[in-house]
């Protein structure tokens, strides 16, 4: 099966996605936000994602260390 990918996004797009992922108080939509930035900005597939977050059950503070990889959230990520 071939990979799904984001197309790439304006400015405008990344910015209401980061305004999203820091602003609401629902968890799914903050994941799902957080996983479109991840495929957007380093043009990840959704395998490669989840590679990064080791492929296991979710724990207390992994969108957090995962958010640390963003750019502009204080991690490792480019801007």
Do not use: C, F, W
Not at 15 to 34: N, P, V
Not at 53 to 76: C, H, I, K, V
């Amino acid at each position: 099966m071939k990979p799904i990918r984001v197309p790439p996004l304006d400015s405008e797009q990344l910015d209401a996605l980061e305004e999203l992922y820091r602003t609401t108080r629902d968890a799914r939509l903050r994941t799902r936000a957080q996983m479109v930035l991840l495929a957007a900005e380093r043009h990840l597939t959704a395998a490669e994602i989840a590679g990064d977050r080791g492929n296991r059950p979710r724990q207390r503070g992994d969108s957090e260390a995962l958010a640390q990889t963003l750019p502009g959230r204080g991690g490792g990520g480019s801007a």
